[in-house]
């Protein structure tokens, strides 16, 4: 697989590079298990845990009035989905092989491959967990109903890709400050626990409560994502654009703070780890 190869022809690079990355998600995939499909079961039980205590919750806590009408599970897994979605693929591309891994030293391995390949493991693993799930609901307990299935699928990809843009400026400070990068990139996991709104709609907050939550793009996506889920919906204090601009802004900083990065990499920054 990492052997050099000399190519007469922009489409032989462009298949070579697509041969690597395939191999590469497949071992990103397979990074959480031996076999690929108990770690996409793990995924699956992952999030079914996840929704079934958030229904707990609205039920225990007499929350479900605040809810938007219609399906309430549906309402719960709009929310987890895209919630998930974010939070994977910021850990995936933060945690992504950088210009000092031993991974680099084979060619035609390089960080793009290694950005590409874990962003799209993880979309691959979210896109089937979510299509199961929403199967065997649709199947085992009542039909569901999408008002536009397009653009819900849509703010989906909109929340993994805001995720990588978010895990690439993470991937870039990484070398640089590992530890505080760490953490840093852990303490925005589990902000998002409460910032991502998955638990409340926007049209229900205040104003006051509004501004602590809408410099959050996944908080965008997923009342977004609400509006086109639900036709009884319509979100009024987001914007889909927003996130939008945002995720290409931080992929740019991203991609400029990682080629600084693999133009000033030493090997003995592994050291410090």
Known sequence: MFRHRHHKSLFGGAVTMAEVIFHSVVRSVRSKH???????GLNMLQVMVFIAAFYVMFS????????????????????IFLYMSHIKAVGAVAGAAGANSPMMLHAPMNTVI???????????IQLLTMFVILFGYHVAVTPIYI??????????????????AVGLVFMALKPWFPSATSVMSTVYQRANMIASGKMFLANSLPSFMLSLFDWNPLFHCIDQSRGFVFINYNPMHSSWQY????????????LMGEFYTRRHVSLSWGARR
């Open 60 to 79: 225990v806590l007499d929350l479900r009035r605040s809810a938007v009408r219609g399906d309430f599970l549906l309402y719960v897994m709009s929310g």
């Open 34 to 40: 031996n076999n690929a499909f108990v770690a996409i």
């Open 243 to 254: 996130a939008a601009w945002v995720a290409i802004v931080l992929i740019m900083l991203g």
């Open 114 to 124: 290694s950005i590409v390949s874990a962003a799209l493991g993880v979309l691959y």
């Open 147 to 164: 008002y536009d299935p397009i653009s819900a699928f849509g703010m989906v990809l909109l929340a993994w890709f805001t995720g990588c």
